[in-house]
């Protein structure tokens, strides 16, 4: 048996007047998702529970099969395992975005998409120029990553209480875009460190080199460094552990590389993947149909219509919907049907409204087809005809029970 999980990152979202009133799933060509409706069963699921962030963290935890209340500790520990960084029991990991604020306002949570060059830049000068006041700073270390995605660790020694606590609060940047930030700073223990960094970020980088390139050629600057999303090593069971079945992952996110890791799946990289709308969903479609060779379950995530919501462009999420279904699961349904019994799921794992411009709490849409699965009554894949299913998994981590045949 082979499986296929497709998730479109965030592609959930609400009616849209400029729509006539429908939604982007609704209007977008998508025929080999349609197909899949038409053979399959569509079901609404809730990976975000009320209780913790509305965030792709929690989210793609819970789709895939891992309850978040057991094995979520926080956002920055899972990028950490992307970049294979290990964390000690005493050790700590900040999600450091690098933004644009301006007159308090959070302008742009990506930095205008910095570049890796120059995020490492800033963050060498961060990491010189900022960390010599606090008895904690000799165990902090900002670890670049890719563009405005970057990491501040914590390490203890075992011996002193490390400044954070599970009673810290952040908020993602993400979930600001376009509102003031002035009450939005970390609180609780150890948020005086975090806030100083961040607001000593901005008096540093303000005539930095990098940023005075940046504004010359006509580009945002980073204005200082966010610090959101921490947490301690988390302890996840592999998935051949829970579910019997080898798989990969194919992700551009770091936050998708860090939970395969955690969950024992290799990674395959495409070149062409960037993580945003120009992505090469052609180079992902065919290195899935490769990955079928050699593993139990390949995931294909796209993080495209998701970047469209925070950007609040309807149209370019309907135009990634429709790449993903051109290039991604009509050549996997192709491939899977040629291999004999086969399941395939797409869902995303969180909805990103384009109204809001950032992540919310919610059902989110599915459809699952493939051998054992019986037809429903639906003809179409989108947020209403899942909800015409009357299918739901109010937890969605019991989503992969009922998926992975065993």
């Known amino acids: 048996m082979k499986y296929v999980i497709v998730i479109p990152d965030g592609c959930a979202d609400e009616p849209i007047d400029a729509l006539g009133g429908k939604t982007p799933l609704q209007v977008a060509e998508m025929p080999a998702a349609d197909s899949l409706a038409r053979c399959g069963s569509l079901a609404l699921a809730n990976n975000t529970p009320a209780h913790l ?21 926080g956002r920055a520990p899972l990028e950490a395992a992307a970049q294979g960084i290990q964390l000690g029991p005493d050790d700590w990991a900040v999600r450091c975005n690098l933004v644009t604020i301006e007159n308090q306002v959070m302008v742009d949570f990506t930095a205008d998409h910095i570049s890796s060059d120059e995020a490492s830049e800033l963050l060498a000068s961060a990491q010189a120029g900022l960390l010599d006041e606090s008895p904690f700073d000799s165990r902090l270390e900002f670890i670049p990553g890719v563009s405005y995605r970057n990491l501040l660790i914590y390490r203890g020694d075992g011996k002193t209480q490390a400044p954070f606590s599970r009673e810290t609060r ?4 993400h979930d600001l875009t376009d509102l003031p930030v002035t009450d939005d700073f970390p609180r609780g223990p150890g948020s005086d460190v975090l806030v100083r960094l ?4 901005a008096e540093l980088f303000s005539t930095h080199p990098v940023n005075q390139a940046r504004i010359a050629a006509g580009k945002r600057p980073a204005t200082n ?9 988390p302890n996840l069971p592999s998935f051949q552990e829970r579910f019997g079945v080898r798989g990969v992952m194919i992700t551009a996110v770091d936050l998708l ?7 024992g799946w290799p990674r395959i990289e495409v070149a062409g993947a960037t993580g945003y709308l120009d992505t090469d969903y052609a180079g992902k479609g065919r290195a899935a149909v490769e990955a079928l060779s050699d593993y139990d379950v390949v995931c294909v995530h796209i993080e495209a219509p998701d970047e469209a919501s925070h950007e609040g462009r309807h149209d370019a999420k309907i135009e990634s919907l429709q790449q993903i279904d051109r290039h991604i699961i009509a050549p996997l349904i192709e491939a899977l049907e040629a291999r004999g019994d086969h399941r395939i799921l797409i869902t995303p794992d969180h909805p990103t409204p384009c109204s ?12 699952m087809a493939g051998t054992g699965i019986e ?9 209403a005809a899942a909800t015409a299913s009357g299918r739901r998994f109010d937890k969605g981590w019991d989503l992969m029970d009922a998926f992975i045949k065993r």
Not at 170 to 173: D, E, M, N, S
Not at 225 to 233: D, F, I, Q, S, Y
Not at 375 to 383: G, H, I, K, L, N
């Open 257 to 263: 590389r860090g939970i395969a890791a955690l969950a």
């Open 198 to 201: 961040m607001n000593q970020s």
């Open 170 to 173: 952040t908020r993602a940047p």
């Open 375 to 383: 037809a429903d009554t639906q003809v179409s894949y989108d947020e």
């Open 225 to 233: 460094v966010w610090l959101w999303g921490l947490g301690g090593a």
């Open 356 to 367: 809001t411009k950032k992540h919310s709490h919610g059902m989110v849409p599915l459809v």
């Open 53 to 73: 962030p509305a965030g792709s963290e929690v989210a793609n935890l819970c789709l895939l099969g891992y309850d978040p209340d057991v094995y979520f500790t």
